[in-house]
């Protein structure tokens, strides 16, 4: 059974720092995957923030292009989204997610397998 665990939320005041984690477990990487970090927050729609494949390719919203940096340890099988330069509205409920292969890496509804999230709050 496949479970994403995420730790690392908390508050932050703007232009602080956090890393996210996402701890993997009974996930069998296919050749090809895909690994992501989404964000929800109240009243909005989900949010594509990071993601990368198996080649190491990363893809980033632009909101968050040179403030967040995605990467993966395969040898501990963790997922990290360091978060730097934090803005006010980057707060949302962040969650990790993974699927063997997808060409929209963004795209949420092409992920198989998700987290229950952590939370980040981002105050001025």
């Known amino acids: 059974q496949v479970q994403l665990v995420e730790s690392g939320g908390g508050s932050v005041q703007a232009g602080g720092s956090l890393r996210l984690s996402c701890a993997v477990s009974?996930?069998?990487?296919?050749?090809?995957?895909?690994m992501g970090w989404f964000r929800q927050s109240p009243g909005k729609e989900r949010e594509g923030v990071a993601a990368i494949d198996s080649d190491g390719t990363t893809s980033y919203a632009d909101s968050v292009k040179g403030r967040f940096t995605i990467s993966l340890d395969n040898d501990k099988n963790i997922l990290y989204l360091q978060m730097n330069s934090l803005k006010p509205e980057d707060t949302a409920m962040y969650y990790c997610a993974a699927t063997p292969g997808t060409n929209i890496p963004l795209d949420g509804s092409t992920y198989m397998y998700w987290g229950q999230g952590t939370q980040v709050t981002v105050s001025s």
């Open positions: 009974g996930y069998t990487y296919s050749y090809y995957y895909n």
